[in-house]
C-alpha cells in the first residue's frame, strides 16, 4: 500500500474526475477493500459485487475526502465496511409481527461453545506474547486485519522477503506453542 500522502493526492484528482488517476487507487486499494468486503459479507460472488458499488461511490464523493480527518486507506476501508453492512441488513427479513421474532434462531454461541472459543483465544494470545512484539504484531496485521507482505514490510522498514520469513517463522512458532 502507497504512503497515505500518495493516496491522498490520488482522491484528490479522482475528485477532478481524473480516469486515470481512479484506475491507479482501484489498483492500489482493491485487494485490501475487496478483503474487507469479503470478510463481512463470507461470499465471493456478492463480495465482487459489492466492490464495483463501493468504487462508485468512491468515485462520486472523492470531493469529500479530508486527509486531514483520517488517512486515505482508513476512509475508503470505511465506505467498504459500510456498504458491506448494508448489503447484510438489506438481506434480513423485516418481520412485523413480535410473535414471528421468537421463532428466529439465536445466532449467538451458546455457553458451551463461548467458554471453548474464550478458551481457544486465551492460548492463541498466551503463544502470540511468546514471540518478539513486532513479529506478533505483524501476524496480526497479516492475518486479523489483511495487510499484504508490501504494506507490512514498509510499515515495519524491512525488504519484503524479511517480512515472509518472519511470518513464516512465527506461524510455526505459533503452531508449536498450540500443539
Request: charged share 30%; proline share 3%.
Amino acid at each position: 500500500m502507497p504512503a497515505s500522502s500518495e493516496l491522498d493526492g490520488i482522491i484528490a484528482r479522482v475528485a477532478l474526475g481524473d480516469r486515470s488517476a481512479f484506475r491507479n487507487l482501484y489498483d492500489r486499494s482493491s485487494a485490501k477493500l475487496f478483503g474487507v468486503v469479503l470478510r463481512i459479507l463470507k461470499d465471493r460472488h456478492d463480495a465482487e459485487e459489492a466492490l464495483q458499488d463501493i468504487y462508485v461511490k468512491i468515485w462520486q464523493r472523492a470531493g469529500q475526502y479530508r486527509p486531514d480527518n483520517k488517512s486515505a486507506i482508513s476512509w475508503l476501508a470505511a465506505i467498504a465496511r459500510n456498504h458491506a453492512l448494508d448489503m447484510v441488513r438489506a438481506r434480513r427479513p423485516a418481520t412485523r409481527d413480535i410473535d414471528a421474532a421468537f421463532e428466529i434462531e439465536d445466532d449467538a454461541p451458546n455457553p458451551e461453545e463461548s467458554a471453548i472459543r474464550t478458551g481457544e483465544t486465551g492460548r492463541i494470545d498466551l503463544c502470540l506474547r511468546k514471540l518478539e512484539v513486532d513479529r506478533a504484531e505483524a501476524v496480526r496485521l497479516a492475518y486479523l486485519d489483511g495487510f499484504s507482505y508490501q504494506d507490512l514490510a514498509d510499515r515495519f522498514g524491512v525488504p519484503i522477503n524479511t517480512m515472509r520469513t518472519w511470518l513464516r517463522r512465527s506461524l510455526l512458532k505459533l503452531r508449536d506453542c498450540l500443539s
